[in-house]
């Protein structure tokens, strides 16, 4: 029985056996596929290897091999608890709230805005280890492939998704809570007049509409919704709703 260094057997984790499952499946639907599944899923023996090699694989330039990104990222995620408890919610939250994913191992191979998500976790580690020139590059390889640019210094919850991802930006001081859901298209950043602390802070639960605009150190509350297209500029309480150019709160 493989027992991986963050103490977690394999026996024990559920998820990973059900993407493995699905893998199965697509294959004997479409047998073209062996090959793919073969080498992105089935020949790894953890969740941690399989994603780590897959973010390399999208990620890697001739100047960062594969095989070098890989043994970066496995080596971090092997390590940290954290990380690997905050995928599987991330899986977990892409197969129950976007109506698109019709299964796990669909979301691991191909939602972008998921795997943007794990290599900004990386990244985010490598940042709080001092390795801020690793973590400004990771961050650039990410916008490039993904068009989803997030700061390595943003602090991110868990059970986060972010529904087509393109064009998302997340600032250097954000902090994102738990089960946010987080469109294209979206902005989390600052007015361009301060400097140090100066983006949003996003509560728990909170709904952001393709194309809306976050701006300055401002709250939003827990589960408030912010319209597709709003321009947010003052705090949001909890569980209230904003929308407008610039927004207004609404019953």
């Known amino acids: 029985m493989e027992t991986h260094n963050n103490g977690i057997d394999d026996e024990d984790d559920h998820l990973w056996f059900r993407i493995r499952e699905e893998a199965r499946s697509d294959i004997k639907q479409e047998p073209f596929l062996f090959n793919y599944y073969s080498f992105s899923v089935l020949s790894h023996i953890s969740l941690e290897s399989a994603l780590s090699n ?6 890697s330039t001739p100047s960062l091999p594969i095989d070098t990104l890989s043994q970066l990222f496995i080596a971090i995620l092997g390590d940290d608890h ?4 905050a995928i599987r919610d991330d899986l977990r939250a892409a197969r129950e709230r976007d ?3 019709i299964s796990y191992v669909h979301c691991f ?13 990386i990244a985010r580690k490598l940042w709080s280890q001092g390795r801020s020139s690793m973590a400004l ?9 993904f068009a989803v640019d997030i700061h390595p210094r943003a602090k991110i919850g868990q059970a986060i998704l972010i529904d087509h991802a393109t064009g998302v930006v997340i600032g250097e001081t954000v902090v994102v809570g738990d089960n946010v859901t ?10 361009g007049k301060v400097s140090g602390d100066r983006h949003p802070k996003i509560g728990d639960s909170v709904l952001l509409g393709a194309g809306c605009k976050v701006l300055g150190n401002i709250r939003i509350g827990e589960a408030a919704r912010i319209g597709a297209g709003s321009v947010v500029l003052k705090e949001v309480p909890p569980r209230r709703t904003a929308v407008g150019n610039p927004a207004r709160v609404i019953k």
């Not at 954290?82 to 408890?85: A, F, G, H, L, P």
């Not at 191979?109 to 976790?121: N, Y």
């Not at 590059?137 to 490039?144: D, K, M, N």
């Open 54 to 59: 897959h973010l390399a694989m999208k990620l």
């Open 182 to 191: 987080n469109l294209h298209n979206v902005t989390l950043g600052g007015t």
């Open 99 to 101: 109506p698109t994913c």
């Open 82 to 85: 954290s990380i690997k408890t």
């Open 109 to 121: 191979l191909h939602f972008k805005g998921f795997l943007a998500c794990q290599a900004h976790r």
């Open 137 to 145: 590059l990771l961050q650039s390889r990410v916008s490039e492939v």
